[in-house]
């Protein structure tokens, strides 16, 4: 029946066929036959035809295949669909050949063979033909396809030359063996790894920060807390007994200050100042005797100019027994008095303090105004009486 420019075919015209085996019908005008927008919808003209092995349904400007189109062909074995106008095809229709050896779908509109379509036709092919097809050379449209021409045994002629991608733009123009399956490895482990690695990176860089900002108070907080859950007893820092009110830290250049504004408070108040070159004990070694001093006075005064923070002294043993002394005993013991506005990363480097690691009150600025001299003592006066527990 080819060649016959054919455009209409009945239901149960082929009624009563059940042994045929071969049906030509290529070069005829079959397609308002197959489509859904065919008054009553697509013909099923096939339907009882049980025996047919042969189809041979080219050129016939088909660009749909019903659901039913095919059923029943269970001992189909040659199908020609080739140089038609056949794009998005629907699941299961092929579900019923399974006897099904050579196929024919060159020279149509088919961009994307996917496995739900084709993989109950692939099963038993022994000859594919698929060639001049505008392929889609993306992983959701021809991965499965590329794996299974990769491993497939049937015959593929002109599989080199024919098969050629159409998109994307960088397959362009290119064989379908070019395309690399490997590219569509699942990239959710991955994505999910470069996540993670990114939260570790920050955590990393949070906790290096934390900890060259404020390491010091969280080894003190951490000794704190140590203590307390062990249940090891705390003194009564309120209570306890120093030989000194306070151990001062002072560049040799600030000793006239410190003569001036600090010595007067031993007199009045009746303080009590540990000074290193005034009540070190002659002949002991100087390392010991300012760890003994520091364990012996309530606070510990840093009278802070550059000239402080850049005596090596200073830097390398006071300001470092200081801060391994407030960790040790648990306690918050240090007051700052800045005479010159030191920045904050300056004090960090030189003295491991920064302001915010410290109370409000026992941070003390020295006032440009004389008539402020008598409320910056009283600040003093209650920075060194105050409670050293920590908070």
């Known amino acids: 029946l080819s060649n016959n420019n054919i455009a209409n075919m009945m239901e149960g015209l082929l009624a009563g066929l059940e042994n045929l085996r071969v049906l030509r019908l290529q070069h005829n005008n079959l397609q308002r036959v197959w489509k859904s927008a065919n008054p009553g919808g697509p013909v099923s003209f096939l339907r009882g035809l049980r025996s047919l092995e042969t189809l041979d349904l080219d050129s016939n400007g088909l660009d749909e295949i019903p659901v039913t189109g095919l059923s029943g062909l269970s001992q189909l074995r040659e199908l020609g669909l080739a140089g038609n106008v056949l794009d998005h095809l629907r699941d ?43 392929f889609d050379c993306t992983c959701e449209s021809i991965l499965w396809f590329v794996n299974w021409l990769n491993a497939t045994n049937a015959s593929v002629p002109q599989r080199g030359s024919e098969y050629i991608c159409n998109t994307p733009q960088a397959y362009f123009n290119k064989s379908v063996d070019r395309f690399n399956p490997l590219s569509c490895k699942d990239m959710a482990p991955f994505y999910a790894l470069y996540v993670a690695n990114c939260i ?35 003194p009564d820092l309120g209570e306890a007994r120093f030989e000194y009110d306070a151990y001062l830290i002072y560049a040799p250049e600030d000793s006239k200050w410190v003569e001036r504004h600090l010595l007067p408070l031993e007199e009045d108040k009746q303080y009590s100042f540990f000074m290193e070159d ?40 006071k300001a470092h027994q200081a801060m391994h002394q407030v960790i040790e005993d648990s306690r918050d013991s240090v007051v700052l008095v800045l005479l010159e506005d030191v920045p ?18 026992c941070i003390l600025h020295w006032p440009l105004q004389r008539e402020r001299i008598p409320a910056f003592r009283h600040k003093l006066q209650v920075a060194l009486g105050s409670s050293n527990a920590v908070q």
């Open 344 to 361: 904050d990363h300056r004090l960090s480097r030189a003295l491991l303090i920064r302001k915010g690691m410290l109370k409000s009150r």
């Open 92 to 134: 299961s229709i092929f579900d019923d050949l399974d006897s099904l050896r050579v196929l024919r779908m060159q020279r149509n509109l088919i961009t994307s063979v996917p496995r739900g379509v084709f993989g109950p036709a692939f099963r038993n092919l022994s000859v594919l033909r698929l060639e001049r097809n505008p």
């Open 200 to 234: 570790l990176v920050l955590l990393f860089m949070t906790t290096a920060l934390i900890s060259h900002f404020q390491g010091w108070r969280i080894k003190f907080h951490w000794n704190v807390l140590v203590n307390r859950t062990l249940g090891f007893a705390e």
């Open 278 to 317: 005034r009540d070190s004990v002659p002949g002991r070694p100087q390392f010991e005797a300012i760890v003994e001093a520091m364990r012996s006075s309530r606070k510990i005064v840093f009278v802070v100019t550059e000239k402080l923070l850049s005596d090596p002294c200073c830097r390398m043993y």
